[in-house]
Every structure is written in structure tokens, then in C-alpha cells.
């Protein structure tokens, strides 16, 4: 599949230059136009020398709003072509380009120089030339300049000037030289791994990189618009690259790396070689923002979770936990601190689980414990036996509602996290996205921030008497309220069976469904004294355990329906999507996020969101990430998300999408499509 998709996207945008081409073809200069967009002439840098080299220079002055192209234009536009007519004996060397700047448009990437710049080109001189009365030295060169809406097919055939040496020309040629990057001394290596190409440039981890782009020379070999990342081993930097339409492997492979928005590089030369995996990666915002920040962000984000949606379900565990933290100051300070211990825990377990797939090369991030059929099932049977025991049906030591103490209040944390962790709230986002970029220690402290922001709370209720006080005491209301609390438990059950029947198909979430009934009715039968009832209920649990995992249905579950009747997602669909020049409103949403369900209902399935969207011309696109999907996942990496909810807004004719906020407004969106 993502080979097909990948075809799809390099042949829509071969389509997309070829049309350009032709456009430029019929833009072509005529009588009528008298001066080029981007102005040319050449000069050398001094007077020829027998059996030297003599550096010239092809200077270019675009207008203000043109730009012309790198050797490698990129997803569209041409590159330049020289004819050299020269005295008999003299030749011309390969033309050395300025570190160019990427310019996405209509959703194309290209490689481009919008300020004037100059290629330097080498030219040996015979040892027996004549370089006195020498015929002019000319070139036919051609070129395509691109406005945002125009490009034209340009030429000229500069004559070679030879100026006396001043201070002048000699700084002007320092600066031409400084632009071009020099070729580092070592050899990179580079390796096709699957969808992606990895370098390995050597590169002194003194120097420091903000913003680092590859420019490979070759054509197809990278799909130039994809998301570029970056890591640090020593003084090896290692830069992946998703792979373009060109699937055969070159013998060597050439490029520059850019520094950043100052025109800085390097040029190197990579063979295949063994590329070292892992490191610390650079370039992204939310990797290199101060760790204590990022810290606060985790710790706030965990202690907004305590209001999000998605903890509603074990409202009951934790009004119960609440209620007996005023028995007495040292019991209450236990169960505050293992009801701690539990969460961060659950936390830090599903992070360091989460990194380690990650290590191992699975394409998961943030909830992926959701994604998987068993782990629903295994938390649909919980479910059903909590609400049992809330209702007062069963009676389970180990079920953590059931009385005080510290294990009670450990069991709570655990299954708190678990089930409360999906919802990423608007502080979470950038931790956990830096969480899958930094280092893995400083990584797990994200993770145990955040869930010492979810216990905080009731660890603050454990160990200050002033919030205790304010507690009602324990009685006989706690009983009737227990019960109460049982209907939100059985509805998250009801959630998660639909979850079930989501992800597993309708025998695997009956098996479910089955398997979080017959324990129940067993322990009401051993309760009443009925034994065979209950072994028979015992057996069957048993045998529905078993079969479980063969339950599992692989057919993908329907996407639900939608005022705005959104495109699925794809990298093909939101490149053909930004190519139209319409602006694009993309959401990546799942199931089990209730989150992503509230911003649904409040800001996005709406008439008036709909009504904008048709009379802005807005191409509504969703990404369904209820079922495990690597092209999702890679997208919310690249966007720095660890998981759903995410909302990115691309403005018309190609613009740079923008990341939205993780809680909508119910007129955010049009708004958006009104501009």
C-alpha cells in the first residue's frame, strides 16, 4: 500500500512539472520582451594563465518575487543548462551552486535562489595557450524563472569579462566562494532502509545546527516535500529522508546539507555503507525546548486530565478514594501517596513500553495500548467487573473500590492511568511529542511529570488536613453513592464494547462482552450457594479466554459519517488536496479518544462549519487512528504529537499548514474558512 501510494505522489507531481514545463515552454521570451526576470552577465575573476585554472562567475539578480533553480529543482521547475564556446583546448568543470532554500508551493516542493547569487564555474587553460587576443568566450545558458504564479523559460549568451583586479572584484569573488559550500574530507555513507533513506554525514557535534535540510543531487531518490529528521551521534550526524519514486540504489550519492536560513552548508559524498541507528535528534522545536518547560507542560497537562472527558468513566474510583481519605491523617497520607505510586507507575510503564517498540522499529506513539483488540477486550472485562462490584452484584477482594487501604488505592492509580493517559490535553501536546525525540532518561521524566500531574490531587489531599476538612465523613451515604456511581462505570463499558466491536469485529466483542458476564454470574451463583452454576459459568469464562485472540476480525471498521464529508487520509490525498490551491482542514481523530469525539461535536460535525467550509472551497480530510496505521503515526510525529487529537489548517495555494489547537471553539473552524 505505501509503495502504491508513493507511486501515486510521484506521479502526480511528474504530472504537475511536466505541466509547469509546458507552461514555461509557451512563456517562452519573445521579441516583445526585452529583459529577463533574472538578470544574468559573467565575469572572471582575473586574467587566464597557461596552465592554470580560471574561476568565472555566472552571476544572477532575480526581481523582486522570482527565483530560479538549484541543479536539482526538486518537485518541479528545470534546471540550467550551459553551452560553452571556448578557444580550442580550454575546458569547462561541473558548475559549483549556493546552498539553496526549499520553497513549498501548491503543495511542491522546490530548490530555489530568490537573492541574487552566483555559480562559479572552473575553466582549464592549456599549458600552450595563447591568452592574448583570445576570441570571446561566451555561453549560451538558459534558465526558468518562477514567480508564485508565472514561470517563463529564460536566456542569455553572456560574454566573458576580464576586469582589472581591484579590492572590489576580489571581495566580490570571496563572498561568491564562501557561498558555494565546500566538500567535506570524509566519506558519508548512506543506506536504504525500507521507505526511508539514512545518511550518515561526519559532522563535529560542536556545530551547532537550527534548522538542517538535505538537498540530494540525484532526481527521485527523496520524496522532497516529506518531513526531514535529524540525529546525533558524536560527531556523526544522521539524517532520514522518506524515499522517492527512484527505488533503484545508486552507486554514489551527492548532495549539500544546509545549516539553517543563513545560506551555510556543506557538499558531500555518500556510498553505501552501514548508517548507526538511534541518537538525539535535532531541528524540532519541541525537542529542543527547555526540558523544564517542557516538565511544567507535562506536570500541568496531567493535572488538567483530572477534568478531561475521558476521565469521567472512574469518576466513581476516585470520589470513593476521596471520601475515605478523612478517616485519619496517617491513612490518608498512605493511600494519597500508593494511589501516587500507582499512576506514575501505569505512566511510566506505557512510556518506556511505548519507547521501546519505537527502539525496536514499530510505528506506535501515545494510547497505543488502545489500538490493540486484547488490551480493549482485557479492559472491557474490567470494566463490567467494577460496575458489578460498584452495584454491590460481587463482592472482589482485589477490585480496587471495594475498601481503604494502600493496595486499594495502588489498584486505583494503575487502572486510573490507563484509562485516563489517551486524552492528551492542550499542555500535554509538545511533552509527550518531545517525549518520542529526547533521550530516553530525559524522556520517562516527561512521563513520570505527567503522571505525578494526574496524582497530584489526591496527593495533596493525603498530606494537607485543610483539603481533607473539607471532605464529607464517611457513612452510611457512602454505600447509596457507591451504587450511583456504578452508571457511569457501566457506561464506559458500553463504550468500550463499542470499541471492542470497533477494533475486533462483532464475535470478538461478544467473546468480550461474554467473558465480563460469566464471572459475574458465577460469583452470584458460588454466592448463593448454586456450585454447578457456578463451575459452568467458571468453565465457560475459561473457554471464552481462550479463544479470544483467534476472535480478532482484521477487516478495517467503517469510518463514521460526517457533515463534512472528509477525505480519508493519505499522503497522495493531501498532496493532490494542496495541489488544487484549495485550503485544506485536515483531523486525526480514533475512536477511543473522547477528546477527539467532544471537539467533534462541538466544533467540527456543525452546519455553519459546514456551510463555511462549501463556500470557502475547503477540503475537509480525516485520518482515522482507532486501528494501529504507520503512515498516521509518522504524520503526528512529523507534526511533533505523540497522539490524537491533531488538527493542522493549510492555508490556499500551498502554504505552510498549521497546527490547531488541541480544544476547538464551535466557530473556530469557519472562521478559518471565511478568511
Not at 562 to 573: G, H, K, N, R, T
Request: charged content about 15%.
Amino acid at each position: 500500500m505505501q509503495t502504491s501510494l508513493s507511486f501515486r505522489l510521484t506521479f502526480l507531481r511528474y504530472c504537475i512539472a511536466v505541466a509547469m514545463f509546458a507552461i514555461a515552454l509557451l512563456a517562452a521570451p519573445t521579441a516583445a520582451q526585452t529583459q529577463n526576470y533574472i538578470a544574468a552577465d559573467l565575469v572572471a575573476e582575473g586574467q587566464p594563465q597557461p596552465g592554470e585554472t580560471l574561476t568565472v562567475a555566472l552571476r544572477f539578480r532575480p526581481q523582486e518575487g522570482w527565483h530560479g533553480y538549484w541543479r536539482n529543482p526538486g518537485d518541479a521547475g528545470l534546471g540550467m543548462t550551459l553551452d560553452w564556446q571556448l578557444p580550442e583546448g580550454w575546458q569547462a568543470g561541473e558548475p559549483q551552486y549556493p546552498v539553496p532554500e526549499a520553497l513549498e508551493l501548491i503543495g511542491l516542493m522546490n530548490h530555489v535562489y530568490k537573492r541574487p547569487y552566483a555559480v562559479l564555474v572552473p575553466i582549464s587553460v592549456p599549458v600552450n595557450a595563447a591568452v592574448t587576443n583570445i576570441s570571446p568566450i561566451t555561453v549560451n545558458a538558459e534558465w526558468l524563472a518562477c514567480s508564485d504564479r508565472l514561470c517563463v523559460r529564460e536566456g542569455d549568451v553572456p560574454t566573458l569579462r576580464f576586469p582589472q583586479q581591484t579590492a572590489q572584484l576580489r571581495e566580490d569573488f570571496d563572498a561568491h566562494r564562501a557561498a558555494v559550500p565546500p566538500l567535506i574530507d570524509q566519506q558519508a555513507r548512506f543506506a536504504m532502509d525500507g521507505n526511508r533513506l539514512r545518511i550518515a554525514i561526519p559532522l563535529p557535534q560542536a556545530l551547532g545546527l537550527t534548522d538542517p535540510h538535505v538537498f540530494i543531487a540525484q532526481s527521485g531518490v527523496v520524496d522532497y516535500g516529506a518531513m526531514q529528521t535529524f540525529m546525533r551521534q558524536g560527531d556523526v550526524l544522521v539524517a532520514e529522508l522518506p524515499r522517492g519514486g527512484l527505488r533503484a540504489e545508486p552507486d554514489l550519492l551527492e548532495g549539500m546539507l544546509s545549516f539553517g536560513a543563513d545560506g551555510e552548508g556543506i557538499r558531500f559524498e555518500a556510498v553505501p555503507g552501514n548508517v548507526p541507528a538511534g541518537g538525539d535528534r535535532i531541528g524540532n522545536s519541541a525537542a529542543t525546548a527547555p526540558l523544564a518547560l517542557l516538565l511544567g507542560g507535562a506536570l500541568l497537562g496531567g493535572l488538567l486530565l483530572n477534568l478531561m472527558p475521558c476521565v469521567f468513566p472512574i469518576l466513581s474510583l476516585k470520589a470513593l478514594t476521596l471520601a475515605r481519605a478523612g478517616e485519619s491523617e496517617a491513612q490518608a497520607r498512605r493511600e494519597g501517596l500508593a494511589y501516587t505510586v500507582g499512576v506514575m507507575l501505569a505512566v511510566l510503564a506505557l512510556g518506556a513500553l511505548m519507547l521501546a517498540l519505537r527502539a525496536a522499529g514499530e510505528q506506535v506513539g501515545w494510547a497505543f495500548q488502545l489500538q490493540q483488540p486484547l488490551v480493549v477486550g482485557a479492559l472491557l472485562v474490567l470494566a463490567m467487573l467494577i460496575t458489578a462490584n460498584l452495584a454491590g452484584l460481587i463482592e472482589l477482594p482485589m477490585m480496587p473500590i471495594r475498601t481503604g487501604g494502600q493496595g486499594s488505592a495502588f489498584a486505583t492509580g494503575l487502572l486510573a492511568a490507563v484509562v485516563a493517559t489517551p486524552c492528551t490535553g492542550p499542555f500535554m501536546a509538545a511533552a509527550l511529542g518531545a517525549a518520542l525525540l529526547l533521550p530516553v532518561t530525559q524522556a520517562l521524566l516527561l512521563f513520570a511529570a505527567l503522571g505525578l500531574g494526574l496524582a497530584l490531587p489526591f496527593l495533596l489531599l493525603g498530606y494537607v488536613p485543610a483539603l481533607r476538612s473539607r471532605l464529607p465523613r464517611p457513612g452510611a451515604w457512602m454505600g447509596t453513592f457507591r451504587k450511583a456511581m456504578a452508571m457511569p462505570m457501566g457506561l464506559a463499558a458500553l463504550a468500550l464494547a463499542w470499541l471492542a466491536w470497533r477494533l475486533g469485529g462483532t464475535h470478538f466483542a461478544f467473546a468480550a462482552l461474554a467473558l465480563g458476564m460469566l464471572p459475574v454470574v458465577a460469583l452470584i451463583a458460588f454466592r448463593r450457594g448454586n456450585v454447578l452454576v457456578g463451575w459452568i459459568g467458571v468453565a465457560i469464562a475459561l473457554y471464552f479466554a481462550a479463544s479470544l485472540p483467534f476472535r480478532v476480525e482484521e477487516q478495517s471498521a467503517a469510518s463514521a459519517q460526517s457533515l463534512l464529508d472528509p477525505v480519508p487520509y493519505s499522503e497522495a490525498a493531501l498532496a493532490e488536496a494542496r495541489a488544487s490551491g484549495a485550503p485544506v482542514f485536515l483531523w486525526f481523530t480514533a475512536d477511543w479518544c473522547l477528546t477527539c469525539k467532544v471537539n467533534e461535536q462541538i466544533a467540527i460535525e456543525r452546519e455553519t462549519t459546514r456551510a463555511a467550509f462549501d463556500q470557502g472551497g475547503v477540503v475537509a480530510m480525516r485520518g482515522d487512528w482507532t486501528r494501529a496505521d504507520p503512515a498516521i503515526t509518522r504524520f503526528l510525529e512529523e507534526w511533533g504529537a505523540a497522539g490524537v487529537p491533531l488538527y493542522v489548517w493549510y492555508p490556499p495555494n500551498g502554504a505552510p499548514g498549521q497546527m490547531m489547537p488541541q480544544v476547538l471553539t464551535p466557530e473556530m473552524l469557519a472562521e478559518r474558512a471565511r478568511q
